[in-house]
Nanobody, 123 residues
Framework: VQLVESGGGLVQTGGSLRLSCAAAGFLFDDYAIGWFRQAPGKECEGVSAIVTSDGGTIYADSIKGRFTISSDNAQNTVYLQMNNLRPEDTAIYYC?????????????????WGQGTQVTVDS
């Protein structure tokens, strides 16, 4: 079982990035997928999550209206479209999968984690 994030990088304030989370060894249909982020010196924060089998989603208040989570089940990939990025969005972004089909930001409920991708928003 493996999760691989990609799409991070350096962007100016107000710019956009699309992160991808690709799975190997399991099908997203059977899992809930979450995006988390951790900035230097701060705790890990839940950003968004999706249950790909029914399309249910949740978003953190800090990113509502700017970020959109989506999935391509044929590609076994979940995306996080990030628009209107701000310096405070700078962090390492991780995707995670949980066997229980529950929309949650509780990290200990997630069974598998990717290695993370760095997002830096330059003011």
């Amino acid at each position: 079982v493996q999760l691989v994030e990609s799409g991070g990088g350096l962007v100016q304030t107000g710019g956009s990035l699309r992160l991808s989370c690709a799975a190997a060894g399991f099908l997203f249909d059977d899992y809930a997928i979450g995006w988390f982020r951790q900035a230097p010196g701060k705790e890990c924060e839940g950003v968004s999550a999706i249950v790909t089998s029914d399309g249910g989603t949740i978003y953190a208040d800090s990113i509502k209206g700017r970020f959109t989570i989506s999935s391509d089940n044929a590609q076994n990939t979940v995306y996080l479209q990030m628009n209107n990025l701000r310096p405070e969005d700078t962090a390492i972004y991780y995707c995670a999968a949980r066997e229980e089909l529950l929309l949650s930001f509780k990290e200990n409920g997630y069974n598998y984690w990717g290695q993370g991708t760095q997002v830096t928003v330059d003011s």
